[in-house]
């Protein structure tokens, strides 16, 4: 499993993904026009983060660094990694940093959302592929 770990940290992209979860709650009571979007997003980063959870338990098992294949850690290894770029973008758009604290400083305290339901469709498709290819990479293991 050491070709999983040096390709892509499991817990830091869990973490990645609990930190946009977090940043959606806060979108979600200061934005009241995108509070259909920011729920969709928030729920499709909580189902990916079951599911890099169970990948993570998964790589701690015994069994799976016995049985799993070079080529299902590569596939896995590189889901976990486009994962981890795909949230890290994620992250950095959604995270209001300095803006918002300059705005506090002029009175304004309020967030704007930074998509349009189009780019959240986007978002969630894609998302949404890199769970799937990891569910199946899990699923490959199980074989």
């Known amino acids: 499993m050491a070709g999983l770990g040096e390709a892509a940290s499991i817990i830091a992209v869990i973490q990645i993904a609990d930190r946009i979860v977090c940043l959606c709650g806060t979108y979600a009571s200061a934005v009241k026009d995108a509070k259909k979007d920011i729920e969709r997003l928030a729920d499709e980063v909580e189902a990916l983060q079951k599911v890099l959870k169970s990948a993570d338990e998964m790589a701690d098992s015994s069994q799976m660094k ?24 994620l992250e950095s ?51």
């Open 66 to 89: 016995l049985c799993t294949s070079d080529s299902v850690l590569e596939v896995l290894a590189g889901s976990i990694e486009q994962c981890r770029s795909t949230l890290g973008e």
């Open 93 to 143: 758009q959604l995270d209001p940093g300095k803006e918002r604290k300059i705005l506090s400083r002029f009175g304004r305290r309020a967030l704007k959302w930074p998509f349009q339901s189009k780019d959240v469709k986007k978002i969630v498709e894609a998302l949404s592929r890199h769970k799937g290819t990891i569910i199946l990479a899990l699923n490959m293991d199980q074989k």
